[in-house]
């Protein structure tokens, strides 16, 4: 992919990096994250008296020695979770701009990134038209993640995306055991907020990455121009047209932009989502480092 971001020096600056999630996770045993139950790791969490049933190989016997009752060792609980990316591959996504392309398929390489060297399992799913295409199969260490790397980089971006039927279309979908990312720019007319209520449904927390060019958050055209839907079929497509453009309707585009943008964010935070928007025009590290970060998805 022309401009893409990946190389060695950028899965670097991840070395240090993990995913986080807010509640407790019922995923898998064998991963790293510690969740509020007790479990059968080596670190020491707290004792409890014994009761009728438990696993008496558990039983501090220097405490009974002391005190004459019964009281079980407990240890901390880790998980490994599922880390699910639904890219859209649309052609709003990257067919008009390679940068926002290659912006995406980064935000998307860098999320796997953290996932594996986490030792969680991880899918990349490519939304297109009403699927989710998952090329790479249940990933988990860096071994099988590099290798769907090269696949990742020739993503081709056309056609449109129907973000709730592509969701709703994965079948590994699990419960209460991760992390869902959706990666678009919601330029769609789809109902990306039924994909989401179908996530939650499922327990899962959800990140909304919406990816924007500086030109679609602040056009600056001016005078005749012809604007062309790049996910139109052909040129009698009615999505496209022959304009002129007055300051008035910039200030429209503007006020239209604003209610849009917060239409997701308020969405987001009713559902208990995560949502960031960036720019292309943006170093992704600002993106990485910088609003994850402060949105708690990472640490």
């Avoid at 510690?34 to 405490?63: H, K, M, P, S």
């Avoid at 790049?230 to 008035?248: F, H, L, Q």
Wanted: proline share 1%.
């Amino acid at each position: 992919m022309k401009g893409s971001l990946l190389n060695d020096a950028f899965f670097s600056r991840l070395e240090t990096m993990s995913l986080n999630l807010k509640s407790s996770l019922a995923g898998y045993f064998g991963g790293k994250h510690l969740v509020r139950t007790y479990g059968q790791t080596v670190e020491f969490a707290d004792f409890r008296e014994y009761q009728l049933g438990d696993d008496i190989r558990r039983i501090d016997w220097n405490l009974f020695s002391r005190f004459e009752k019964y009281f079980l060792r407990l240890y901390t609980d880790e998980r490994q979770m599922q880390v699910q990316l639904f890219l859209d591959c649309s052609a709003s996504m990257g067919s008009a701009d390679p940068r926002k392309a290659a912006y995406a398929v980064a935000a998307t390489a860098a999320l796997g990134f953290l996932a594996v060297q986490n030792m969680d399992k991880l899918t990349i799913n490519f939304m297109r038209g009403d699927q989710a295409i998952n090329p790479f199969g249940t990933m988990v260490g860096k071994n099988a993640f590099f290798r769907a790397m090269g696949e990742l980089e020739e993503t081709v971006f056309e056609g449109e995306t129907d973000i709730e039927k592509a969701v709703k279309s994965c079948t590994d979908t699990g419960e209460n055991n991760g992390l869902s990312v959706i990666i678009t720019d919601f330029f769609t007319d789809s109902d990306w907020k039924k994909a989401v209520d179908y996530l939650l449904y499922k327990k899962r927390q959800v990140l909304l990455l919406q990816i924007l060019t500086r030109e679609e958050a602040d056009p600056v055209y001016d005078g005749r121009v012809n604007l062309i839907d790049s996910e139109s079929v052909d040129a009698s497509d009615t999505r496209n047209m022959k304009i002129r453009i007055t300051r008035a309707m910039q200030d429209a585009y503007f006020e239209a932009f604003r209610d849009f943008e917060e239409d997701i964010r308020s969405f987001a935070k009713k559902r208990g989502a995560n949502f960031l928007t960036v720019r292309t025009d943006e170093a992704i590290e600002r993106v990485l480092f910088g609003e994850l970060l402060k949105v708690g998805v990472m640490s």
